[in-house]
């Protein structure tokens, strides 16, 4: 007799979210009698799409990104482009489908909770991988909204689910899945005779291009400070481009600081190479020549191939220092890397990550810093490592669901 679907719908409130319950999903794919709906919260849901994820719901882009708790500018620019009305489009659809959903996987924060606690009323697995107790411990108004509507919780540290566990909540740590969402194509791309090489990371939304920008001058800054024999030595440069990010905006905004763009050989632009970004001009009365190359769907290569990061990322610093990468990062012109959220960013990371000011001879200075000090870098490695924990977590938490709704 073969046993009745179960649907699980999964809700999540950010890009970076969408990617760990995209990853979570693709170790249910497999899974005999389930069915896989999704309901992005924040943005369009990309992720959920590019693995054939059926959405009960369209989502829709907002100016903040989702990041409405960056202060009352972000939520005032939501609110402005249709938040309220969207929200109420999102309840309803929640109510329509609640009888024909099992279960529900919410991987953002307590909102979600609220949201599906509230509207959907269903069992209710919960992965609150915006807040951890490096940073600022669940308020009691979360654990009572926890113990209310969560049958199990997953959390991104140990320390947080030890923290939460200790008030009686279901929760545990499995692994952090931001560390499965990785995917290399296997081709290094560490030059062979490479001095340095240095990944940059500029985020994913607009600005992104702001950031570019000013890592271009730490790049101009930075070459400047090495020695004679060191500006001989070959540095690499690779910066990590989401496909959210146009090639002729950022060609058209750095060719303005005296960067020329150069087409990659065709083999290059098989492996994901881009593009290049040549710099040569005069600083300090020196003659400097830069060359940085834009990688496409390499993100995980280069912080394979980096020695450092210089990153303005979110989900992408956490992961580059998971890596054992050492980061330095600054905070941004945007709405999201902002100087609450780079605080916030450095103490849920701790010394793996090194928070400076936005001053590019003061980047330059620290990266310098950083490259020449190997012990520096082992502790800032092992910090990394240590606060993001180890991968297997996607495979754990989808069996976990499959146990939950098997129950049921």
Not at 43 to 61: D, K, M, Q, R, W
Not at 121 to 144: C, G, N, Q
Not at 230 to 253: C, D, M, P
Request: proline share 5%; glycine share 10%.
């Amino acid at each position: 007799m073969n046993r009745p679907v179960k649907k699980v719908l999964f809700m999540s409130n950010g890009h970076g979210e969408d990617m760990i319950a995209a990853r979570i999903i693709q170790n249910l794919v497999n899974e005999p009698g389930l069915e896989i709906r999704a309901l992005p919260i924040v943005g369009t849901g990309a992720a959920y799409s590019a693995i054939h994820v059926p959405l009960i719901l369209g989502g829709e882009n907002m100016p903040s990104g989702g990041f409405v708790r960056n202060g009352i500018r972000n939520w005032m620019m939501d609110l402005r482009a249709g938040l309220l009305p969207l929200t109420m489009r999102q309840i309803r659809a929640l109510r329509r489908i609640r009888r024909e959903i099992d279960a529900a996987v919410c991987v953002g924060d307590n909102y979600l909770t609220l949201l599906a606690g509230y509207f959907l009323k269903r069992p209710l697995i919960l992965l609150p991988t915006a807040k951890s107790d490096y940073v600022s411990p669940h308020w009691a108004i979360e654990r009572r909204w926890m113990q209310r509507f969560c049958h199990r919780i997953f959390t991104r540290d140990a320390i947080t689910a030890e923290s939460l566990a200790r008030y009686g909540l279901p929760a545990e740590f499995l692994g952090n899945v931001m560390m499965d969402s990785l995917d290399y194509q296997g081709d290094d791309l560490k030059e062979p005779g490479a001095y340095w090489t240095i990944g940059i990371l500029p985020g994913s939304r607009f600005e992104a291009y702001d950031n570019l920008e000013d890592i271009a001058q730490v790049i101009i800054h930075f070459t400047d400070l090495l020695s004679d024999d060191e500006k001989h030595k070959n540095i690499r440069y690779l910066v990590a481009l989401a496909g959210s990010l146009g090639t002729a905006e950022i060609i058209g905004r750095l060719g303005a600081e005296g960067w020329n763009y150069q087409q990659p050989a065709p083999d290059e632009l098989e492996r994901g190479i881009s593009g290049y970004l040549d710099y040569e001009g005069n600083q300090c009365s020196a003659v400097l020549k830069i060359r940085v190359a834009l990688t496409r769907g390499r993100f995980a290569d280069v912080l394979a191939a980096s020695d450092l990061i210089v990153g303005l990322a979110g989900t992408g610093n956490e992961q580059a220092v998971g890596l054992g990468k050492p980061v330095i990062t600054f905070a941004g012109r945007g709405p999201q890397f902002t100087p609450k959220f780079v605080a916030t960013q450095k103490k849920l990371l701790g010394d793996s990550i090194s928070l400076v000011e936005r001053n590019p001879e003061i980047v330059a200075r620290e990266m310098l810093a950083i490259l020449t000090d190997p012990i520096r870098q082992n502790r800032m490695s092992e910090v990394g490592r240590e606060r993001m924990g180890g991968p297997g977590g996607a495979r754990r938490i989808a069996q976990e669901i499959v146990n939950l709704v098997n129950l049921l």
